[in-house]
């Protein structure tokens, strides 16, 4: 964290999200085809597809192998509703079907020892044998669950408020760290949807809940103006951070906005979206920290 601190208008680290869970650094060997370089934070994903899900260990095991290279490991959930074991997602309007609550179901979720509260446990339970191995190896994690929450597309989202998908982010917190998980940097993240930069707050769990403040670039290429001071405001002294974009910032776009510690380009988009001459730009700006340059002395880098 006080290394990300650090980087706050000086520097930013490239990143990549990888997958799909069977392949997990498909996408950040495609960075160095394009480039030479390595992306100085790596993404990988739980899932939520029985693939998915038989191949997390995978993705853990790539997460130890991009530390130990000298890039930062992150990892994002996503998750079905609580109690439907596996899922797709499809894409449209409804992207993962079957995955919406009604209002009464999302009480039930945040209500200690209700069903569907205890059927959500057993999901993040999951997830704690993957923490362990990264703790027990002394590796720190950026975590980004329940993401896009102010967006309504899968169950978590849309709901804003003290009793909304904030309380929800809380309550994984809470329960993951009572299983000893010191490791975990919390990623808060919100999209960059038109009109509602000054509605992200609603959605934002605390302080003592979230560590990186982020934002998911998708309605346009790069944030506007509204939306960076927006997240900088929720953020105050923390670091912010682009979780996803389709584009690679170029040097331009970035000076214009020099808070953002770090940027992560999904998966396929890196090519579907992007030309080589773009892909370079971004990793070729003095400013942008790839593998080899992540410097965390607390760590024995």
């Given at each position: 964290m ?11 680290l ?7 869970n069977n ?14 370089e ?17 191949n ?19 990892m994002?959930m996503?998750?079905?509703?609580p ?11 409804d992207?993962?079907?079957?995955s ?15 069903p569907?509260n205890?059927?959500?446990?057993r ?12 703790k ?10 329940l993401?896009?929450m ?5 169950w ?19 329960y ?8 975990i940097?919390w ?7 038109d ?7 609603d ?6 809940y ?13 944030p506007t103006?509204?939306?960076y ?28 906005q ?7 380009v999904w998966t396929?988009?890196?090519v ?5 001459e ?9 400013r ?14």
């Amino acid at each position: 964290m006080s290394y990300l601190g650090e980087l706050t208008g000086r520097h930013m680290l490239s990143g990549q999200q990888d997958g799909p869970n069977n392949s997990p650094a498909q996408w950040e060997q495609k960075v160095h085809d394009i480039t030479g370089e390595y992306p100085g934070m790596w993404g990988g994903d739980f899932g939520f597809s029985q693939n998915d899900i038989g191949n997390r260990q995978k993705v853990v095991d790539q997460a130890k192998k991009v530390w130990s290279a000298g890039s930062i490991p992150a990892m994002t959930m996503h998750a079905c509703r609580p109690d439907v074991a596996t899922c797709d997602f499809e894409g449209g309007s409804d992207p993962v079907k079957g995955s919406r609550l009604s209002d009464e179901e999302w009480t039930e979720v945040l209500t200690d020892g209700a069903p569907l509260n205890e059927d959500y446990k057993r999901k993040l339970d999951q997830f704690v044998p993957y923490f362990q191995q990264l703790k027990d190896a002394g590796i720190p994690v950026l975590f980004r669950p329940l993401h896009e929450m102010n967006e309504g597309w899968a169950w978590w989202g849309g709901r804003s408020g003290e009793n909304g998908s904030a309380a929800l982010f809380r309550l994984t917190r809470d329960y993951l760290e009572s299983q000893g998980f010191d490791n975990i940097v919390w990623v808060w993240n919100v999209k960059d949807i038109d009109g509602q930069a000054a509605r992200a707050a609603d959605f934002y769990p605390g302080d003592d809940y979230a560590d990186l403040v982020t934002l998911d670039a998708w309605w346009h290429d790069f944030p506007t103006d509204d939306w960076y001071r927006a997240v900088r405001d929720i953020a105050g002294d923390k670091p912010i951070a682009l979780a996803e974009v389709g584009k690679v910032p170029n040097p331009s776009a970035m000076a214009s906005q020099p808070e953002w510690a770090y940027w992560s380009v999904w998966t396929n988009y890196l090519v579907d979206h992007n030309t080589g001459e773009e892909v370079k730009a971004g990793y070729y700006d003095p400013r942008v920290l790839n593998r080899g340059e992540v410097d965390i002395p607390a760590a024995g880098r």
